[in-house]
Nanobody, 116 residues
């Protein structure tokens, strides 16, 4: 059974940093494209960053230069390092795995709140 569990969210002051983690179980990690998404109150879920099986990364224009996505295949974990946080990035952050067979899995989300 595939499960994604995010952690690392919380309340931080503007200008601070957070590192989100997403543990993936179910023997799909090394063969999955992994991504982070976020959903702010009253808004649609939006894509933040993606890392491929070969460690290629892409970022949304709105976050480029402020976030770094990475993966550790030995820990079955994908990370999102977020720096210089601003209040407008307050949202629930979700991890997503697209497995080798095309199936998509989501985590339950972790709340990130940035105070001004």
């Amino acid at each position: 059974q595939v499960q994604l569990v995010e952690s690392g969210g919380g309340l931080v002051q503007a200008g601070g940093s957070l590192r989100l983690s997403c543990g993936v179980s179910g023997n799909i990690f090394s063969r999955s494209v992994l991504g982070w998404y976020r959903q702010a109150p009253g808004k649609q879920r939006e894509w933040v960053a993606t890392i491929t099986i070969g460690d290629s990364t892409t970022y949304a224009a709105s976050v480029k230069g402020r976030v770094t996505i990475s993966r550790d295949n030995s820990q079955n974990t994908v990370f999102l390092q977020m720096n210089t946080l601003r209040p407008e990035v307050t949202a629930v952050y979700y991890c997503r795995a697209t497995a080798y067979d095309g199936l998509i899995y989501w985590g339950q989300g972790t709340q990130v709140t940035v105070s001004s």
